[in-house]
């Protein structure tokens, strides 16, 4: 059968790729020209391990094809980006575009998949959307389980970094507006799933995906705020964590430079929007470690305040170690704030990037080899626990200052 997947970023093209490869015939679909043309050149345009060997495969084989607008297909599945907005807000406005996108080619019969993390009640707003632009066909929020077009909510949870592996092994949650729905949805992932497949309603399904992601931001801020507290207690928090970690109902994430990427930094706020009245741990958690970053760069500068002439070697960008993805990432926050407040000669390496995003590169900064950096820097700032940070020459380290925020040496 014929699959269209609506976003092809880091979780619509390897979910594309995977249904290829179980022998679907796939039409990726994203509003960037640049990325159709790369995904049918074979190459991706992000970067995700072995994803390049497997899309390679299946563009050559002709069961995968990205185009800029969607074409009729057994199943659509959405997934494309819901940020927030001002007053952290969600911004559900690509679903809307996406839905009325695929809407023209809707026929009887057809699944629609919204695979995007969705503020509470998404995935019934997505049917009226749909029903307004196709009057001729029911849904089922007017029609129930005698409805054309079957709808359901089967959110992605796989991590970045392990995201092929993981998008077959992990369990999923699919919230079907009716038991149809999740029916249809069902048989659809038992192509490649190897996971158990959990049916709910798509409202369970919805708050399943922003609840776990908001457990681990609030496991995550514990951490955190231990690690300040440490700081100014004179405690070693890596070594703390450690010991508490010997009970055995204790398990203290680690601290970081605070909390990235468009997952964890971001779903939280969904929560805290829907109900803000009785979310005030949740929120608070997101404060915590929103907060972090800041606090790093207050004690680099007093470290800088030391030397007559600072150079601080800052490493990493990305949010968090081996991935090129620089979205809502500390480190570059960090960066930022060092560059604009003045604090010294700064020389950013981040080797999973070719250039500096934007934000930094206005402000005059540049990219710099690992080896030469941390030879020429004073003050050694890790952000991100990459594998080639992790082995550093002990003569180098020795007579400087370094503040580690990944406890990773
Ligand atoms: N971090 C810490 N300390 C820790 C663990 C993580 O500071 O002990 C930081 C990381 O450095 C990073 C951020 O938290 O900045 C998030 O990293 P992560 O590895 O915890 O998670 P993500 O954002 O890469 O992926 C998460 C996953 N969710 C959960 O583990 C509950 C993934 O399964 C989801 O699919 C993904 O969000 C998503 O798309 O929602």
């Known amino acids: 059968s014929r699959v269209c997947v609506m976003g ?206 908001a457990f681990r931001d609030v496991n995550i801020a514990f951490a955190n705020e231990l ?32 909390v990235g990427g468009h997952c964890i930094a971001v779903d939280p706020w969904f929560i805290v929007a829907a109900d803000p009245e009785r979310s005030p741990l949740i929120r608070t958690a997101r404060e915590v470690n929103e907060a972090k970053p800041g606090f790093v760069v207050d004690k680099v500068r007093r470290h800088a305040a030391t030397l007559k002439q600072p150079v601080i070697a800052c490493l990493g960008l990305s949010y968090k170690a081996d991935v090129d993805d620089l979205r809502e990432s500390p480190a570059v926050t960090i960066v930022e704030e060092l560059a604009r407040a003045g604090v010294g000669e700064l020389l950013v390496v981040e080797p999973h990037v070719n250039a500096l995003p934007e934000n930094l590169a206005v402000l005059g900064l540049q990219l710099w080899d690992f080896d030469r950096a941390t030879e020429r820097a004073n003050i050694l700032l890790l952000l991100v626990d990459h594998a080639s940070f992790l082995t550093v020459d002990h003569d180098v380290v020795k007579d400087k200052i370094v503040v580690d925020t990944r406890g990773a040496w």
Request: net charge neutral; glycine share 6%; proline share 8%.
């Open 227 to 258: 690690s300040m507290i440490c700081d100014r207690l004179r405690i070693n928090v890596w070594e703390l964590i450690r010991l508490a970690n010997m009970h055995p109902r204790v398990n203290i994430l680690r601290p970081g430079p605070g």
């Open 8 to 213: 092809m970023g880091y979780i619509g093209l390897p979910t594309s790729a995977v249904f290829a490869n179980h022998g679907l015939e796939v039409l990726g679909v994203d509003v960037k020209p640049a990325a159709v043309e790369s995904i049918n050149r074979g190459q991706p345009h992000i970067v995700e391990p072995e994803l390049d060997v497997l899309l390679r495969q299946v563009v050559q084989a002709g069961r995968l094809r990205a185009a800029l607008t969607p074409e009729p297909a057994d199943a659509f599945i959405l997934a494309v980006p819901t940020p927030f907005m001002a007053g952290h807000e969600p911004d559900t406005s690509h679903i809307e575009a996406a839905a009325r996108a695929i809407a023209h080619v809707l026929a009887r019969g057809n699944l629609v998949i919204l695979e995007s993390t969705s503020p509470i009640g998404t995935t019934e707003q997505l049917s009226r959307w749909l029903a307004q632009a196709r009057p001729d066909l029911t849904f089922p929020h007017q029609a129930g389980e005698l409805s054309d077009i079957r709808i359901a909510h089967c959110p992605e949870r796989v991590l970045p970094g392990h995201i092929l592996r993981e998008v077959v092994e992990n369990d999923r949650i699919i919230g079907g507006l009716t038991r149809k729905c999740a029916q249809a949805a069902t048989l659809l992932y038992r192509v490649f799933a190897k996971g158990q497949i959990h049916p709910t309603n798509a409202r369970t399904a919805e708050m399943a995906k922003l609840a776990e992601n």
